[in-house]
C-alpha cells in the first residue's frame, strides 16, 4: 500500500472543529505550491477531479468526485492537512508538528456550484527548533515519572512551535446535498 493510499484511508476524525488554544508564534503562510495536483501527486486518488487545483480560493478549488458525503468530508480534511504537509516540508523546508482546524463555511460559489470552505492552524519548528526539542525530550527518557520535567519540557514546545493560518477550498457539488 502506498504513503498515499494509506494517508487517504485513515479513519473518519468525526470530532467537530474546535476552538484552537493559541501557542506559539504565527508566520507568513507560504507561498502556493505550483504544480498541478496530477503533475505533484502521481497517485491520483479517484475521488479528486482530474482538473482540481490546491484549493488556495475558489478559482483553483480541489474538486470533489464521490457522491457518498461522509467520504467526501473525511477526504476534504485529510486533502487540507496534506497540503500543509507538502507547504511545510515542501515549501518552507521545516518540520511539520500537527493541523488543527477551526472553522468550516458552506459558500455557495453561483452558478450551481457549492463549496466547503475549511480554516485551520498549521503548527511547525523550524529545524533549530525540532532538533533542540527532541535531543532534550530524549536525553531525558522521555521524562517518564518526572512530571514537572514534562512540563517544562512542554512550556519550551509551546515556546518554540510556529504556525500560519490557511483555508483550501473545495468543490463539493458531486456530493452536496446527498447522503
Request: aromatic content about 14%.
Amino acid at each position: 500500500m502506498s504513503l498515499l493510499t494509506k494517508l487517504f484511508s485513515r479513519k473518519t476524525n468525526r470530532q467537530q472543529p474546535r476552538q484552537v488554544v493559541q501557542i506559539g508564534t504565527e508566520i507568513n503562510r507560504p507561498t502556493q505550491i505550483s504544480n498541478l495536483i496530477t503533475d505533484y501527486l502521481k497517485e491520483v486518488p479517484d475521488w479528486i477531479g482530474r482538473s482540481s487545483g490546491w484549493g488556495y480560493g475558489k478559482e483553483d478549488a480541489l474538486i470533489m468526485d464521490t457522491e457518498n458525503s461522509m467520504d467526501g468530508i473525511h477526504n476534504e480534511y485529510v486533502f487540507a492537512e496534506y497540503r500543509s504537509k507538502i507547504e511545510v516540508h515542501g515549501v518552507m523546508k521545516m518540520y511539520f508538528d500537527h493541523f488543527e482546524r477551526y472553522n468550516q463555511t458552506l459558500v455557495n460559489g453561483g452558478m450551481g456550484h457549492n463549496y466547503d470552505v475549511i480554516s485551520f492552524k498549521v503548527y511547525l519548528f523550524t529545524e533549530e527548533d525540532w532538533v533542540f526539542l527532541k535531543k532534550d525530550y530524549e536525553s531525558h527518557n522521555g521524562y517518564k515519572g518526572d512530571e514537572a520535567g514534562l512540563e517544562r519540557h512542554t512550556q519550551l514546545r509551546n515556546e518554540r512551535i510556529k504556525y500560519y493560518t490557511s483555508e483550501c477550498w473545495i468543490n463539493i457539488d458531486s456530493f452536496f446535498g446527498k447522503k
